[in-house]
C-alpha cells in the first residue's frame, strides 16, 4: 500500500480512538506488567517479562503506524447528493441471483467480514462512479469475472 491513505470522517475518528487507549490505557497497563514481571526476579528466565516487552514493542507499532495513517490520510466527506459509486457510499448489489450491501471505504478501512471493501479492491473500483441499475463486472482475485447489478446507492 502506497502513502495515499483514504479515510471516511468515521474511520479516521475510529483510528483516533483506538489510538488514544493505546496511548493512554494499553501503554499504562503494557508497563504495569512489565514492572510487575521485573519483580519476578531473573528476567533471563522470565516468560512473562518476555511477553510483555513483546507486547510493548507490538503496542508501540500499532501506535506509530496509526499515526501515520492519520497524518497522510486523505479524509473524504461522502457527497450527500451524488446518484453515483463513491468512496463512503453504500451500495447494494445483485451478484448471481443474490443482494450484497457494500461499503466502500479506503484501503485503511477495509474489513471484508462487516462488509467494508476497499476503493482498490476488484470489486470496489469496478462499483466506482457507476448508477443504480448499471451492470458492473469486476475481475475476481480467481481471476474469474463477478457480474453484478446496482439495485440502490446511499451516501
Known amino acids: 500500500m502506497g502513502s495515499d491513505y483514504i479515510l471516511t470522517p468515521e474511520g479516521r475518528e475510529k483510528l483516533e480512538q483506538e489510538l488514544h487507549y493505546l496511548e493512554t490505557e494499553k501503554r499504562a497497563e ?31 507499532a ?14 473524504v466527506d461522502t457527497p450527500k447528493k451524488s446518484n453515483k459509486v463513491t468512496v463512503g457510499a453504500i451500495v447494494t448489489v445483485n451478484m448471481g441471483g443474490k443482494e450484497r450491501v457494500f461499503t466502500i471505504v479506503g484501503g ?28 458492473v463486472t469486476a475481475i475476481g482475485p480467481t481471476g474469474r469475472e463477478i457480474k453484478m447489478t446496482i439495485l440502490k446507492i446511499e451516501h
Not at 500499532?62 to 479524509?75: D, F, G, H, V, W
Open 30 to 60: 503494557v508497563g504495569e506488567r512489565i514492572k510487575v514481571a521485573r519483580e519476578f526476579g531473573d528476567i533471563s528466565e522470565n516468560s512473562e517479562y518476555d511477553d510483555a516487552k513483546n507486547e510493548q514493542g507490538m503496542v508501540e
Open 62 to 75: 500499532r501506535i506509530a503506524e496509526i499515526n501515520q495513517i492519520l497524518s497522510e490520510a486523505t479524509i
Open 108 to 135: 485503511a478501512e477495509a474489513d471484508v467480514a462487516a462488509g467494508k471493501i476497499s476503493n482498490e479492491s476488484p470489486v470496489g473500483a469496478a462499483l466506482l462512479g457507476h448508477k443504480k441499475d448499471d451492470e
